[in-house]
């Protein structure tokens, strides 16, 4: 298939690069010039053991762009990977995701894939959204990722499940056959779920790095070797 990624930073630049690894022809969207700039010239912009190599392989089919046309045009899929910062009071800055959508050119019929992590609900206020502005046709589907720095490309093509989250089943199948070179259970769930299971993880690991640092302060005061 061919796939736009908005947003060249670390989720998608690795996305990016491995979807392009399993034969799909990908271009790469990014706001940043001199990001852009270094990416056409073969500089990798961060460091992520593999990836370079990924990225010169597939040359043939990946490119780099900093106009949104060019990316979403006659993609079957487009992959929303900007940045979700937490703000002062905590809650996450959709600020990008949004300008994400309102740059949709009109008449696109691909199936938007959420990969930032976003508060559960933000699929229903994306569907609104896309509905009000006039992209009816397009489909809406969560795909959280689950890439650890410094094993990201080894996490994305050698997963332990594949979370695809839509509204409709038609779109959850195109977004689930990129994937067809992955060996990895594929879960499918609506869009809430899907995005409670990326926050659910990410919480899962607060609990397990604080449970053993508790363990570790214990040890320590026993004379245990933790």
Do not use: Q
Not at 79 to 93: I, L, M, Q
Not at 112 to 133: Q, Y
């Amino acid at each position: 298939m061919r796939i736009g990624v908005l947003g060249a930073g670390y989720v998608g630049l690795v996305s990016g690069a491995c979807f392009a690894d399993l034969g799909h022809d990908v271009v790469i969207r990014d706001v940043v010039p001199e990001r852009i700039a270094r990416l056409r010239e073969g500089h990798v912009p961060i460091y992520e053991p593999g990836l370079e190599a990924v990225l010169e392989r597939n040359s043939s089919r990946l490119s780099f762009t900093l106009d949104v046309r060019e990316a979403i045009g006659e993609a079957d899929v487009v992959f929303v990977c900007v940045g979700t910062p937490r703000t002062y009071s905590g809650d996450a800055d959709l600020s990008a995701v949004w300008s994400a959508i309102e740059e949709l050119p009109a008449g696109t019929d691909a199936v938007l894939v959420m990969k930032s992590t976003v508060p559960p609900g933000t699929g229903e206020k994306v569907r609104a959204m896309l509905d009000a502005h006039g992209h009816t046709e397009v489909g809406y589907v969560s795909n959280p990722e689950f890439l650890a720095e410094g094993t990201a490309v080894r996490d994305f093509m050698a997963p332990d499940r594949i979370v695809v989250g839509a509204f409709n089943e038609a779109d959850a199948d195109r977004v689930a056959a990129l994937d067809d070179g992955l060996d990895a259970p594929i879960v499918r769930t609506d869009v809430a779920s899907a995005e409670m299971i990326k926050h659910a993880s990410n919480a899962f690991l607060s609990v397990r790095i604080s449970f053993i640092n508790e363990i570790a302060n214990v040890c320590e005061v026993v004379g245990a070797d933790v």
